[in-house]
């Protein structure tokens, strides 16, 4: 159950990163993730399309609705009503400018948010228009104020008043004119008629051209102002007009970008997560591995090696006790040496190999101790490893054996005569980075090899073939056919329970070593991070 549960926490984090990713990429941040998953509208958040597409057209409507009620009555409101209504326009434009602005990635992503960017769309477009027609009023109120404002025209009836006048001072003149000169001077001198009769012709035909004049003017400024006012009355209709087709341009479309879209996207992409490793194990279960089980296996030639190790008496056991012949010598890690007897010769054996120094100590073969004497009994046992058994195998004259350094804890081997030990690559073997070893190391007779194993070593013959784990793998004849094979069953390795190749060995008259249980005292099992790295580094150089 516990399995269950952090399966499933783990997949619910994986979901809400996979969420916050398309939130991200689409939208270019997470704050609507995080703030469409709080809340008590949850579930209002999660509608679709069609949800919003109802809502978008219901907001369309009541826009239209509210802007002829605006219209209709802005046609009856006073002139000081509509310049009120004017910067109240302005005022709220710039508000509804300073709000989209701040709207952030929610707007396009919860429906709450797509709806109110909707509604301050329509509202904006309205504003707009609004405002277009308010100012198309204001200007046709000032032309109709400016055409109010003109002086009066005069009428023809003053005009001919004012031509009679002038007229009938001209015909006085005229008769003046028409008496003899002695008549008019004497006239002239006592009534000043003369001057009289001009003075009053200036004066009445002036008044004349003046209101002929200003009946001209007045007549093009009065066509003028109302020029004015119909071409304020055509903006008031273009503007209203356009108004009303405003509405109808505003782009209200809800795209597939909704929170549910993004919840739909993380929920596929989720489920192509948790299948992508299993078709991925598939694959490689039955197409991959059957081809580099066809793949040559790894066979180790050494010249003069022809024969095999010899099968220990015994199983391996918690202690070994070593009884040393003439001309012989043992040399035996430091916590593997028990008990020793008090007249042996004992000194240091600095490196096991000298010849290979690096492997020496990456195997923790370095600082031995060494021990000679004939009949000397030396018992080899694991004083640390609660869990560690040893077994003993012999390799005669001739004899060879694939081994890891790092399982050999002691040997016996003819004085004055090391062990032999060469080094074998295999760079260009399929097998070998398949089992990620790409050198092995031939220990070679005569020699006693002391090894162990957590829980023990076994060490039996090949036969007709061993299948084995990699990490159980010891050592092997050199004459062996080392390769790999697909994992007899499908199905832990699908679950991750097995790995996808196991080690094989053919048949053969050489002997296999194994170790019973390779994680045997490891804190923790399978060791990662860096240790797990360093035993990897470390099987690549067959230590």
């Given at each position: 159950?516990?399995?269950?549960?952090?399966?499933?926490?783990?997949?619910?984090?994986?979901?809400?990163?996979?969420?916050?990713?398309i939130a991200f990429v689409q939208q270019g941040g997470l704050a609507a993730t995080r703030h469409a998953l709080s809340g008590d509208s949850v579930a209002g958040e999660l509608s679709g399309p069609a949800?919003?597409?109802?809502?978008?057209?219901?907001?369309?409507?009541?826009?239209?609705?509210?802007?002829?009620?605006?219209?209709?009555?802005?046609?009856?409101?006073?002139?000081?009503?509509?310049?009120?209504?004017?910067?109240?326009?302005?005022?709220?434009?710039?508000?509804?400018?300073?709000?989209?602005?701040?709207?952030?990635?929610?707007?396009?992503?919860?429906?709450?948010?797509?709806?109110?960017?909707?509604?301050?769309?329509?509202?904006?477009?309205?504003?707009?228009?609004?405002?277009?027609?308010?100012?198309?009023?204001?200007?046709?109120?000032?032309?109709?104020?400016?055409?109010?404002?003109?002086?009066?025209?005069?009428?023809?009836?003053?005009?001919?008043?004012?031509?009679?006048?002038?007229?009938?001072?001209?015909?006085?003149?005229?008769?003046?004119?028409?008496?003899?000169?002695?008549?008019?001077?004497?006239?002239?001198?006592?009534?000043?008629?003369?001057?009289?009769?001009?003075?009053?012709?200036?004066?009445?035909?002036?008044?004349?051209?003046?209101?002929?004049?200003?009946?001209?003017?007045?007549?093009?400024?009065?066509?003028?102002?109302?020029?004015?006012?119909?071409?304020?009355?055509?903006?008031?209709?273009?503007?209203?007009?356009?108004?009303?087709?405003?509405?109808?341009?505003?782009?209200?479309?809800?795209?597939?970008?909704?929170?549910?879209?993004?919840?739909?996207?993380?929920?596929?992409?989720?489920?192509?997560?948790?299948?992508?490793?299993?078709?991925?194990?598939?694959?490689?279960?039955?197409?991959?591995?059957?081809?580099?089980?066809?793949?040559?296996?790894?066979?180790?030639?050494?010249?003069?090696?022809?024969?095999?190790?010899?099968?220990?008496?015994?199983?391996?056991?918690?202690?070994?006790?070593?009884?040393?012949?003439?001309?012989?010598?043992?040399?035996?890690?430091?916590?593997?040496?028990?008990?020793?007897?008090?007249?042996?010769?004992?000194?240091?054996?600095?490196?096991?190999?000298?010849?290979?120094?690096?492997?020496?100590?990456?195997?923790?073969?370095?600082?031995?101790?060494?021990?000679?004497?004939?009949?000397?009994?030396?018992?080899?046992?694991?004083?640390?490893?609660?869990?560690?058994?040893?077994?003993?195998?012999?390799?005669?004259?001739?004899?060879?054996?694939?081994?890891?350094?790092?399982?050999?804890?002691?040997?016996?081997?003819?004085?004055?005569?090391?062990?032999?030990?060469?080094?074998?690559?295999?760079?260009?073997?399929?097998?070998?980075?398949?089992?990620?070893?790409?050198?092995?190391?031939?220990?070679?007779?005569?020699?006693?090899?002391?090894?162990?194993?957590?829980?023990?070593?076994?060490?039996?013959?090949?036969?007709?073939?061993?299948?084995?784990?990699?990490?159980?793998?010891?050592?092997?004849?050199?004459?062996?056919?080392?390769?790999?094979?697909?994992?007899?069953?499908?199905?832990?390795?699908?679950?991750?329970?097995?790995?996808?190749?196991?080690?094989?060995?053919?048949?053969?008259?050489?002997?296999?070593?194994?170790?019973?249980?390779?994680?045997?005292?490891?804190?923790?099992?399978?060791?990662?991070?860096?240790?797990?790295?360093?035993?990897?580094?470390?099987?690549?150089?067959?230590?």
């Amino acid at each position: 159950m516990k399995a269950i549960a952090g399966w499933i926490g783990r997949h619910l984090v994986v979901f809400a990163l996979l969420v916050c990713a398309i939130a991200f990429v689409q939208q270019g941040g997470l704050a609507a993730t995080r703030h469409a998953l709080s809340g008590d509208s949850v579930a209002g958040e999660l509608s679709g399309p069609a949800e919003i597409g109802e809502r978008l057209t219901e907001l369309r409507a009541e826009a239209k609705a509210d802007l002829a009620s605006n219209l209709d009555q802005w046609e009856e409101a006073t002139s000081a009503k509509r310049r009120e209504a004017l910067e109240s326009r302005k005022r709220e434009l710039a508000a509804i400018d300073r709000q989209l602005e701040q709207r952030g990635v929610l707007g396009s992503v919860l429906p709450s948010r797509i709806i109110e960017g909707a509604r301050l769309k329509l509202r904006r477009a309205v504003m707009e228009r609004e405002i277009a027609v308010l100012e198309a009023r204001v200007d046709l109120d000032n032309a109709k104020q400016a055409a109010a404002n003109l002086a009066a025209i005069p009428g023809p009836a003053a005009i001919a008043e004012a031509r009679a006048q002038c007229d009938a001072v001209n015909a006085e003149i005229h008769r003046f004119n028409a008496r003899s000169r002695p008549v008019k001077a004497t006239r002239n001198r006592l009534t000043g008629e003369a001057d009289k009769l001009t003075a009053q012709s200036k004066e009445a035909c002036g008044r004349l051209n003046r209101m002929v004049e200003q009946r001209r003017q007045r007549l093009a400024a009065s066509q003028a102002a109302q020029a004015q006012v119909e071409a304020a009355r055509r903006s008031v209709d273009d503007a209203e007009r356009s108004a009303r087709a405003a509405i109808k341009e505003v782009r209200l479309a809800a795209k597939g970008n909704t929170l549910r879209d993004i919840l739909v996207k993380a929920a596929i992409a989720l489920v192509a997560i948790i299948l992508t490793p299993y078709l991925i194990r598939f694959f490689l279960y039955y197409i991959v591995a059957p081809l580099a089980e066809r793949r040559a296996a790894i066979r180790l030639t050494v010249p003069g090696g022809s024969q095999a190790p010899m099968l220990p008496t015994v199983p391996s056991r918690i202690s070994i006790p070593v009884e040393l012949g003439a001309s012989e010598e043992l040399l035996v890690r430091q916590h593997y040496l028990q008990t020793t007897s008090l007249t042996g010769t004992k000194r240091t054996r600095w490196l096991l190999d000298y010849r290979h120094p690096v492997s020496s100590i990456a195997a923790g073969l370095a600082f031995l101790t060494r021990v000679e004497g004939a009949g000397e009994t030396t018992t080899i046992s694991a004083v640390e490893d609660p869990f560690a058994e040893l077994a003993e195998l012999e390799l005669p004259a001739g004899a060879s054996c694939v081994l890891h350094p790092r399982a050999l804890v002691a040997l016996v081997q003819p004085a004055g005569s090391p062990m032999r030990i060469t080094s074998h690559w295999r760079l260009f073997s399929l097998n070998a980075w398949l089992t990620l070893q790409l050198r092995y190391l031939v220990f070679h007779g005569p020699v006693r090899l002391i090894v162990k194993g957590g829980r023990g070593v076994r060490i039996e013959q090949a036969r007709s073939g061993r299948i084995f784990g990699q990490d159980q793998l010891v050592g092997f004849s050199a004459d062996l056919a080392y390769s790999v094979t697909r994992n007899e069953t499908f199905a832990p390795y699908l679950f991750g329970q097995e790995p996808l190749f196991k080690d094989k060995v053919e048949s053969g008259r050489g002997v296999l070593v194994i170790e019973e249980a390779p994680l045997a005292g490891r804190k923790g099992g399978v060791r990662r991070g860096l240790e797990g790295a360093m035993d990897a580094f470390l099987k690549v150089f067959g230590i």
